[in-house]
């Protein structure tokens, strides 16, 4: 399984929601979609600053992230962002793969 790093910024109504239903029940929710995707809600947390939630999830692959992604844009209420993360044993695995790479204007 693959970890994505994931950002989460609420808008003016999202954060309404969240005094509603409270910080636990967000996790809970968000829990609950990674799990039925086969996936695991490794870590949640609220933070101050640019983004409001960060978490790590271990999902089966991108489709799976891109589908969370999508769907948790398309309420309009929170702005997410992810970033794949990597283990070092694949960082080794990819010091060992040969690219043929051109640099520009060669």
Do not use: Q
Request: net charge positive; charged share 25%.
């Amino acid at each position: 399984m693959s970890k994505y790093l994931i950002k989460a910024s609420y808008t003016a109504e999202g954060v309404r929601g969240l005094l509603k239903s409270g910080g636990t029940s967000r996790k809970r929710a968000v829990e609950k979609m990674v799990k039925a995707l086969g996936g695991k809600l490794e870590v949640f947390y609220f933070a101050f600053g640019e983004d409001d939630v960060y978490t790590i999830c271990s999902l089966p692959d991108a489709a799976s992230a891109a589908a969370c992604m999508l769907s948790i844009n398309a309420s309009g209420l929170v702005t997410v962002s992810s970033t794949a993360l990597l283990e070092p044993e694949e960082i080794d695995k990819a010091k060992d793969i040969s690219v043929k790479y051109i640099v520009p204007g060669k």
